[in-house]
C-alpha cells in the first residue's frame, strides 16, 4: 500500500464515523427555521458523501489493509494498543458503501412519502448510519460493541418513529429489550475476554488467544460476542424482533433495517471468529446449523404471512441463514456478493410495498388482492418493478441477487445446495404470489380469517390512512435506481472483483492480525466471482420454478376442494405452531434467547472443552 493510499484512508475512515454525527447535529440545528426541502437534500447529499467515502475505502485497501490510530495513539514496538483503531478493509469499505447507498434510497423516497415529518427523521438516519459505519471500521471489541450500541439505540427510535400509535410502540420496545439483551451478553463476553488476556484490540486478542489452546473463559467470552452479533443479525432463536421491528417501522427505515443493519451481524460473526478464535474448530459447524435452521425457518414462515413487510421481514430472516453458511462454511468469496445484490433487491421491494401503502392505505396482501389493476401508469411500473425484484430474488440473471446465489451454491457443500435453492425459490414465489395478486389479480380472492393467535398479519392495523391518488416521481425512482443497482452488481466485473477479494480478505484473521501488527501482508490475488454457464442455467430454472410455484398457489383456489389428507393436516399443525410462537409477548422472545444462547455455548464448548 502506498503513502497516498495510507494518508487517503486516514483522513475518509474517521470522517466516514464522525461526518453523519456532525451532520446529524446540523440538521436538527437548521431544521428549526429551514424548509423541509434544504433538509431532505442535506441529509441526502450526506448519505451520497458517505457512499463516497465506502467506495474510497474499497479502492485505497485493494492493495491491503490500512488501520488508522486515532489521536496518533499508535502502540510503540513490543507494548499493548492504548489508543482506539480504526481498520479498513475491502470487506468494510463495501459495506460502509452499502450503507451510504440503502440510506440514500430510503431518504429519497421520503421526501414526498411523509407528509410532514421533523428534522429529528433524517438525523436519527444519519446518526444509524454512523453507528452501522463505526461497527464496521471499529478494530476492537469495546468499540464493536459501543458502536452496536449507538446503531441499536437509534433503531429503537426509527421503529417506535410513530410512538402515538401503540403498536409502532409495543414493536420499538421489544426490539430495544431483545437487542439490549443481546448487548449486555455481548458486554459481558467483552470482559471475559478482557479479564483472560488484557486485550481489547482485535488483532492483539486473536494473537493472544492463539499461543494457546482455547480454554473455559476464552471460548465462553467468545461466544457471549457472537451471541450479540447473532441477535443483531435475527439468526434463530434470535429472530423474533426482527418482523415485529418491521411491520412498524416507516418504510424507508426498513430498507436499513434488512438490506444491512441485520447482515451486520453477520458481518461481525465472520470478523470476530477469523481474528479472535481461529482456534475454536467447534464454531464454524455450529454457526453452519444455526444458518440452516434459520434459512428454512425464515423461509417457511415467509411463505404464510400475508402483511408484505412481515413477509419481506422473513424472507430477509432466510437470507441472513444462508448468509452466515456462506461466511462459516466454505462461501466467505460469494456472501458478500450476494448481500450487495440481496440488499438492492430487498430495498426495492420494500419502498414498493411502501407505494402500496401510500396509494391504497393497506399492506395487507388479501386486502389489495387486484386493487393496482387500475391502468393508470405509475401503478403499472410498480407492478413491473415488484415483479421484477420477486425474479431477481429468484435467482433472475444477470441481477445480482442471482449472481451472489450461483456462486455460493458453487462453493458450499452439495448437501447445502439444497437450502440455497430452496430458499430462493420459495421466498421468491411468496414474494410474486404477492405481486400477482395485487398487481394482477390472479386467482380467486382469499377468504379473509381473523386469528388473534396467528402472527401472519390477519386484523392488523393500516398503517396510514391517507393516500395518494397519484404517486410522486421520488417515490418511484428509489426503487428504480435501486434495482439498478443490483442489476449493476450482477453485470459489472469489477464487483465480482472486489466482493470476491473482500470476502476472502474477512475471513484471513492472519492477514488482518499482520495489518494492525506488522509487517502487513500483500493481498493476495483471488478468483473472482462472475457468471458461469451452470449458474445462468440454475438462476433461470430456480426463476422459472418460483414463478411456477407462485400460479399453483394462486390458482389451487379454483380446484374444487378436497379432504385434506393427515400429511398436510399435520404440516399445517406445525406451521400453525411456529406462528404462534410468534406471539408478540417479548418475555416469550428473551426466554427464547437465553436458551439460544445456552445451546450454542453447550455446543461449542463441550467438544473444545473436552
Known sequence: MTGADVGRVDVVAPLAVTGPVLLACLVLVIGRWAPRPVVDALALVGAAALACCGGLLVAATSPGDAVTWLGGWAPAPGTHPVGIALVADPAAGLLVLLVGTLAAGGLLFSWRYFASVEARFQALVLLFCAGMTGFVLAGDLFTMLVFFELMGAVAYALAAYKIEEPRSLQGGLTFGVVNSLGAYLALCGVGVLYARTGQLNLAFLGETLAGAPPDGPAVVGVVLVLVGWLVKAAAVPFHFWLADAHAVAPTPVCVLFSGVMAPLGVYGVARVTAVVA???????????????????????????????????????IAHVGLFLIGAADGGSRTWLVYLAGHAGVKAALFLLVGVLLARFGSVDEIDLHGAARTGRAPDRLTGALFLLAGLALAGLPPVGA??????????V????????????????????RAGLRVFLG???????RVDPERTSGEGEEREMSGRFERVPTTMLAAPTLLLAAA??????????RVGAAAGERLADGTAYRAS?????????????????????????????????????????????????RPVRRAVGRIVLGLER??????????????????????????????
Open 442 to 448: 390472479v386467482g380467486p380472492r382469499p377468504e379473509r
Open 278 to 316: 481461529p482456534g475454536v474448530g467447534t464454531l464454524a459447524p455450529v454457526l453452519v446449523v444455526v444458518g440452516t435452521v434459520t434459512a428454512v425457518l425464515g423461509t417457511v414462515l415467509c411463505v404464510v404471512q400475508r402483511n408484505l413487510k412481515r413477509l419481506l421481514a422473513y424472507s430477509t
Open 413 to 432: 457443500p452439495g448437501v447445502l445446495v439444497p437450502v440455497v435453492v430452496g430458499v430462493s425459490v420459495v421466498t421468491a414465489a411468496a414474494v410474486l
Open 402 to 411: 442471482g449472481l451472489g446465489k450461483a456462486a455460493l451454491e458453487e462453493s
Open 581 to 610: 410462537l410468534h406471539s408478540g409477548h417479548v418475555g416469550d422472545y428473551v426466554a427464547w434467547l437465553l436458551f439460544g444462547a445456552a445451546v450454542i455455548g453447550i455446543a461449542v464448548a463441550a467438544p473444545t472443552l473436552g
Open 487 to 496: 442489476v449493476v452488481v450482477g453485470t459489472l466485473p469489477l464487483v465480482g
Open 516 to 564: 494492525v501488527l506488522g509487517p502487513a501482508h500483500e493481498a493476495v490475488p483471488v478468483e473472482p466471482v462472475a457468471w458461469h454457464l451452470s449458474g445462468v442455467v440454475t438462476g433461470l430454472g430456480t426463476t422459472v420454478a418460483a414463478v411456477v410455484l407462485a400460479l399453483v398457489v394462486l390458482l389451487s383456489g379454483r380446484v374444487p376442494a378436497r379432504r385434506r
